[in-house]
């Protein structure tokens, strides 16, 4: 591959919407609110549904975030939804970290 080929601007709009941005989006949102309900089950006694909840949302978005970030093409900027991968999957492990917590957590009180 020539270096022209690799500095060459890229064919996407910066604010275009493709699937690789859609899908890592998406996944960041289930993660976030996957963290926002173990934050949650962790400060009030909500039960053990929302430790499941935390862990599955979690789960949902270290998959997803983690399938854009191995099949995306190229970096930062190319629209195959890079950023946002890696957000999803940093995201998700914290959700999922914050879900088991909240699980022990319910399994100790009761």
């Not at 601007?9 to 690789?20: F, H, K």
């Not at 935390?54 to 975030?65: C, D, F, H, S």
Request: proline content about 2%; overall charge positive.
């Amino acid at each position: 591959m020539s270096l022209h080929r690799l500095s060459a601007p890229s064919t996407v709009d910066a604010y275009a919407v493709t699937s690789g941005r859609l899908t890592a989006s998406a996944a960041a949102l289930v993660a976030l609110a996957g963290l926002i309900i173990g934050i949650r089950a962790l400060t009030r006694s909500a039960g053990r549904w929302a430790g499941r909840t935390a862990l599955a949302a979690g789960l949902i978005g270290v998959v997803a975030g983690g399938l854009v970030v191995a099949t995306a093409d190229g970096g930062p900027g190319s629209g195959s939804g890079v950023v946002g991968g890696f957000v999803a999957l940093t995201v998700g492990v914290f959700a999922v970290v914050l879900g088991l917590l909240a699980l022990a957590r319910s399994r100790r009180i009761s």
